[in-house]
């Protein structure tokens, strides 16, 4: 019983929000800024990444790029290893 009620209190709770929210979410004086934000946010990431890869590679460690690019590589070998592996057994 104690359920219930709350459940349809939140159900009520949740439509008028869902509701408001996405007035206001479409609203452009709300999209513009937000999308400049964003845009700045991930400009933002991208410097911060680039200048870590370099501290990285200045100090001698590998950056994620290129140990990403080395996990790649020991993927391929593996596979041809379990693919040579399937045709001396067969």
């Known amino acids: 019983m104690i359920w219930d009620m709350w459940k ?16 206001v979410l479409s609203n ?23 200048a870590m890869s370099a501290w990285w590679s200045t100090i001698g460690l590998p950056t994620r790029r290129d140990q990403e690019r080395s996990l790649h590589k020991l993927n391929q070998l593996e596979s041809r290893l379990y693919d040579l592996e399937e045709k001396i057994r067969t």
């Open 8 to 23: 349809q209190g939140f159900n009520a709770w949740e439509q008028a929000t869902s509701q408001y929210m996405e007035k």
């Open 28 to 50: 452009p004086v709300v999209l513009g800024p937000a999308g400049a934000m964003l845009t700045a946010a991930m400009k933002t990431k991208a410097a911060a990444d680039k």
